[in-house]
T-cell receptor
Framework: GDSVTQMEGPVTLSEEAFLTINCTYTATGYPSLFWYVQYPGEGLQLLLKATKADDKGSNKGFEATYRKETTSFHLEKGSVQVSDSAVYFCALSDLNTDKLIFGTGTRLQVFP | SQTIHQWPATLVQPVGSPLSLECTVEGTSNPNLYWYRQAAGRGLQLLFYSVGIGQISSEVPQNLSASRPQDRQFILSSKKLLLSDSGFYLC????????????FGEGSRLTVL
């Protein structure tokens, strides 16, 4: 079945460093892809999404491009802040059920 | 605007005791509703989803159950908790036209001792 694989964390960075969190997926067809963020003690929030190949989702300085050739949706940010410290989840929308399938999450820790 | 609330936020229960977690949504009608569990060191596991009143689909066999007595109310229950039920429970809703765009509640942290 469909699945999402994320890099294991934690990812530890200094403020203003470049961030990449890898995400690859396995799916039949071309599902919509999402990044969700979970700040400490809170529920998840949608960060960005892409609905078709070569689409780039962006929000709050974060970007991710839907790469059909490599079945990837890596999350990037040019300069992270301490406030970006959170757990980031990659997800896809199963075309048959419309339900979200989440990766295991990657914890990002940013230090000043 | 739409809001979603869960309670209680934190719960400590002994093994074998019952459970009731409640989730309500405001500002929308006929939402799809979901219960997820986030266990320590693991990702999000879909437990139940509902497309309407009284309509519940279970994703994982377990000792939990869900009910939807009203359009915007979703309840997660157990008659007898197990240690393995500990985790962070998240309720979420989505509108029919935006598949995959979920709006999550604040979560309920359950510790079973």
């Amino acid at each position: 079945g469909d699945s999402v694989t994320q890099m294991e964390g934690p990812v530890t960075l200094s403020e203003e460093a470049f961030l990449t969190i890898n995400c690859t997926y396995t799916a039949t067809g071309y599902p919509s892809l999402f990044w969700y963020v979970q700040y400490p003690g809170e529920g998840l929030q949608l960060l960005l999404k892409a609905t078709k190949a070569d689409d780039k989702g962006s929000n709050k300085g974060f970007e991710a491009t839907y790469r059909k050739e490599t079945t990837s949706f890596h999350l990037e940010k040019g300069s992270v802040q301490v406030s970006d410290s959170a757990v980031y989840f990659c997800a896809l929308s199963d075309l048959n059920t419309d339900k979200l399938i989440f990766g295991t999450g990657t914890r990002l820790q940013v230090f000043p | 605007s739409q809001t979603i609330h869960q309670w209680p936020a934190t719960l400590v229960q002994p093994v074998g005791s019952p459970l009731s977690l409640e989730c309500t949504v405001e500002g929308t009608s006929n939402p799809n509703l979901y219960w997820y569990r986030q266990a320590a060191g693991r990702g999000l596991q879909l437990l139940f989803y509902s497309v309407g009143i009284g309509q519940i689909s279970s994703e994982v066999p377990q000792n939990l159950s869900a009910s939807r007595p009203q359009d915007r109310q979703f309840i997660l229950s157990s008659k007898k908790l197990l240690l393995s039920d500990s985790g962070f429970y998240l309720c979420a809703w989505e509108t029919g036209g935006q598949a995959g765009e979920l709006f999550f509640g604040e979560g309920s942290r359950l510790t079973v001792l």
